[in-house]
Antibody, heavy 121, light 106 residues
Framework: EVQLVESGGGLVQPGGSLRLSCAASGFTFQNYAMSWVRQAPGKGLEWVSTMSGNRLYTNYADSVEGRFAISRDTSRNTLYLQMNSLRAEDTALYYC??????????????WGQGTVVTVSS | EIVMTQSPATLSVSPGERATLSCRASESVSNNLAWYQQKPGQTPRLLVYDASTRATGIPARFSGSGSGTEFTLTISSLQSEDLAVYYCQQYKNSWTFGQGTKVEIK
């Protein structure tokens, strides 16, 4: 059974940093791209970032480019999101998601329960 | 960036009736289109991928169609448990979601 468990969320002041983690199990972690998707309170879904299974490819939404960094540790089956220079508009529930295929085009077939990030003074 | 536009924003349907949700892409995404269901207080769930293929365990009353820039999700006979927000997502060029359609039970 595929499981994705996020952690690391919390309350942080504007300009601060936070690192999210996503522990993955139930599949061969290094074979699949992994992504972060966020949802601001009462709003829709926004893709944030993706890293390929082989770690050679990363991509970021314009809204977080240069501030966020995605990484993964295959030995720990864990995905990370380092978030710097946080803004109030980064406040959201952050989901970890698994890419559905090993090909170049993929949707998200499994989602974690999410971890809440609140940016406020 | 490919912009996804969903309509209507809210759809009110009686149990047993058909619900039709639309999604339009700002440029062609071929069939690289997925639909997700998010029930109140829950995590999004994959319903349909490649525009028309139902995900594992999804009831047959859910069907997707379309290609290029115009897509439709149809719920053939709405059940009370289908109360949710439905999102389309393109994965042709990076990933973008529509703003969602909220399905209400009339």
């Amino acid at each position: 059974e595929v499981q994705l468990v996020e952690s690391g969320g919390g309350l942080v002041q504007p300009g601060g940093s936070l690192r999210l983690s996503c522990a993955a199990s139930g599949f061969t972690f290094q074979n699949y791209a992994m992504s972060w998707v966020r949802q601001a309170p009462g709003k829709g879904l926004e893709w944030v970032s993706t890293m390929s299974g082989n770690r050679l490819y990363t991509n970021y939404a314009d809204s977080v480019e240069g501030r966020f960094a995605i990484s993964r540790d295959t030995s720990r089956n864990t995905l990370y999101l380092q978030m710097n220079s946080l803004r109030a508009e980064d406040t959201a529930l952050y989901y970890c998601t698994k890419g559905a295929t090993m090909g170049p085009l993929y949707y998200f077939d499994y989602w974690g329960q999410g971890t809440v990030v609140t940016v406020s003074s | 960036e490919i912009v996804m536009t969903q309509s209507p924003a809210t759809l009110s349907v009686s149990p047993g009736e058909r619900a039709t949700l639309s999604c339009r892409a700002s440029e062609s995404v071929s069939n690289n289109l997925a639909w997700y269901q998010q029930k109140p207080g829950q995590t999004p769930r994959l319903l349909v991928y490649d525009a028309s293929t139902r995900a594992t365990g999804i009831p047959a009353r859910f069907s997707g169609s379309g290609s290029g820039t115009e897509f439709t999700l149809t719920i053939s006979s709405l059940q009370s448990e289908d109360l949710a927000v439905y999102y389309c997502q393109q994965y042709k060029n990076s990933w973008t979601f529509g703003q969602g359609t909220k399905v209400e039970i009339k």
